[in-house]
């Protein structure tokens, strides 16, 4: 099956987001398909490059980009919402510091939409 995982429960702070980590591991575990997946609201915050956990904490934002190097899988940042909240790249920064993870992407709701239409699931987070 294919799936799209959206994602608005923010990096730390509540279980969704880890959640989402640990749903999407299992798919592709199980052969499946992940078309994408697309942060919004405060889960934009899981591509922050400058959250520092303690070392005994776990790295949500290091295992979203080690599995989308891994599975070769799109994590989509919804634009509007990412620079909402300051989680910006080198061409949206109005300052000369960006803040995007590696192997996130800014991305509109018309790719999301795109994704959904082609996936057989969405699951939310």
């Known amino acids: 099956m294919d799936y799209v995982l959206a994602i608005k ?26 078309r994408q997946v697309f942060f919004f609201q405060e889960g934009v915050s ?19 980009q080690n ?14 919402a990412a620079q909402r909240r300051g989680v910006v790249d ?6 000369e510091q960006a803040n995007l993870a590696e192997h996130f992407t800014l991305a509109g709701l018309g790719e999301f939409s795109q994704a959904v239409l082609q996936a057989d699931r969405l699951l939310t987070f």
């Open 9 to 34: 429960s923010p990096v730390y702070g509540s279980q969704g987001a880890f959640l989402a980590y640990q749903v999407a591991e299992e798919l592709l575990k199980a052969n499946h398909t992940i």
């Open 67 to 80: 599995l989308a190097k891994l599975h070769r899988l799109p994590l989509h940042l919804c634009i509007a």
């Open 46 to 64: 899981n591509a922050n490059a400058f959250v520092n956990p303690a070392s005994d904490e776990n790295n949500l934002v290091e295992k979203w």
């Open 90 to 95: 080198e061409v949206s920064s109005h300052l």
